[in-house]
């Protein structure tokens, strides 16, 4: 029998997944899972009559591939990773290119591309988005590594990657060296953090503020999903608020507890940012409110206490829909911006060499955040890959200033129903303060020097000054 092309260790339901999608795609699949009974399901289940074969054991799975070998690891994140990295490596050769699919921290990932470069291996940190749905039918694709190991699985990633609709490409592009693939999903669910709770905000001045019920608002989040706002994250926010519960008849998402979990990719944007000193308040405040809704047993407590104003929108309210919608694109494109440039600090701070125009070239189709907006985002970042900030290109700048009102408007409704809108506050104050040519961290400066000496710089001369305050 011919040798397979990939080998895939692990059989959770995204290698499962992948392992079908690259078989689809006209590969045959070598597979492996310390559980052989999983495996044999598989094998004797959705895998029957495909180019799919088991191995018992990494010997076995080794001895199925073409050379240079290339094995896919789709475990859990942490510990697992390192684990079956120690497993397989001793049946690895020079050359061979071990993958790690899952959502990795990019530092883990460093590490272990250093330790593997130094045998000779190529190692490779592919950030994978889109799902199960998409880890099956076309995700979105993030490898790093060397240009060598990109080479060898360019021809499986491009078959099995989503295509965008605009021009057919495939949604995968070398990310750069090391970590920078898992670096760029990480900030990919930074961003996700940030899209998901913008629309959370908007649905909770809408529906709790303005009254609107569940099914009139997945008819608003419809009719949003078919212009500028085009994603699959409005789209599946339509489907939810659509959804009937079987057991009390209501909308099923006014019985799903308001506690929003999280596994830590948008928290290690926010710590990362923080690193290497990048402003992105949207993602932080996405990462703070689930951190807020979870504390669900002290907010009860506390909503018996602290009194504010009645949330009862009594305005014209198909005007506030209007603003919400301006509103919510005018947030994502700042938000953006922010992510964006994360990034492009990141690639400096790490020597990756990110390309941004691809980046969002292959968020288009497969992942979470895929949108109208990315192609607008590629096109910018084409017309001027230097941009240091995405406000500045003239086609986002002006969609910004055109909706500031909206905005505004719905930010102001909002404070003054006491709806809370982290992430909606943090985007128009991130747009504020970005477009400041005077902030008030003089005062802040002052302050430093009163109190420790710490020395400020003036406006009008150069040097260090510092001033007995007193
Ligand atoms: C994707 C997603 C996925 C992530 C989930 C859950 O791109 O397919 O980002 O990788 O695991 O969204 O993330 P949280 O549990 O942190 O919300």
Redesign the pocket.
């Known amino acids: 029998m011919a040798k397979a092309s990939i080998g895939v260790v692990g059989l959770g339901v995204m290698g499962r997944n992948l392992v079908l999608n690259i078989e689809r795609n006209g590969f045959h699949v070598a597979v492996y899972n310390r559980t052989q009974s999983k495996m044999q399901a598989f094998l004797q289940g959705e895998a029957a009559g495909k180019h799919i074969t088991g191995s018992d054991s990494y010997p076995a799975l080794m001895a199925q591939l073409e050379k240079p070998r290339c094995v896919l690891l789709m475990v859990t994140a942490g510990s697992a990773v390192d684990a079956g990295i120690e497993e397989i490596k001793p049946f690895l050769e020079p050359g061979d290119i071990l993958i790690d699919g899952g ?1 990795s921290y990019f530092m883990d990932t460093e590490r272990r591309s250093l330790a593997l470069t130094a045998e000779g291996l190529h190692f490779v940190g592919m950030g ?4 199960e749905e ?1 880890a099956l039918w076309g ?1 979105s694709i993030m490898p790093g590594g060397t240009p060598e190991a990109w080479q060898a699985l360019a021809p499986i990633l491009r078959k099995i990657a989503a295509k965008a609709e605009e021009d057919g490409e495939p949604c995968v592009t070398h990310i750069g060296p090391r970590g920078a693939g898992h670096y760029v ?1 990480t900030v ?2 930074g961003i ?2 940030a899209d998901m709770q913008l629309i959370a905000e908007i649905y909770d001045l809408l529906s709790r503020g303005a009254g609107l019920p569940a099914a009139e608002l997945a008819g608003i989040f419809d009719e949003w999903n078919r212009g500028e706002l085009r994603s699959y994250l409005i789209e599946i926010t339509a489907k939810i608020l659509r959804r009937t519960d079987e057991i009390t008849g209501k909308p099923l998402v006014e019985m799903v507890l308001d506690e929003a ?6 928290k290690w944007t926010s710590q990362n940012a923080f690193d290497i000193g990048a402003p992105i308040p949207t993602i932080n405040a996405a990462v703070e409110s689930r951190i807020l809704s979870s504390l669900k047993a002290e907010r009860v407590a506390a909503s018996r206490v602290l009194r504010g104003p009645s949330p009862r929108f009594t305005g014209d309210r198909a005007a506030l829909v209007e603003a919400a919608r301006a509103a919510l694109y005018a947030s994502k494109i700042l938000s953006y911006a922010q992510g964006m440039s994360l990034l492009r600090i990141a690639s400096a701070e790490y020597d990756y060499h990110l390309d941004l125009a691809e980046i969002a070239r292959i968020w288009r189709a497969g ?2 955040i895929r949108a109208g907006l990315l192609g607008d985002i590629t096109a910018a970042y084409r017309r001027n890959p230097a941009l240091s900030n995405l406000l500045l290109d003239d086609a986002f700048r002006q969609a910004v200033e055109s909706r500031q009102a909206a905005l505004r408007h719905v930010l102001q409704t909002a404070i003054g129903l006491g709806i809370p809108a982290l992430a909606l506050g943090s985007a128009l104050a991130y747009y504020d303060a970005y477009r400041s040519e005077r902030l008030p961290a003089n005062l802040t400066q002052a302050q430093r020097d009163f109190f420790g000496a710490h020395t400020y710089r003036r406006v009008d001369q150069e040097g260090i000054f510092h001033t007995d305050w007193e």
Do not use: D, L, M, R
């Open positions: 959502n994978v988005s889109g799902g998409g995700p999903k990919h669910n996700e953090y979990q999280q596994k830590g990719t948008g992942c979470i």
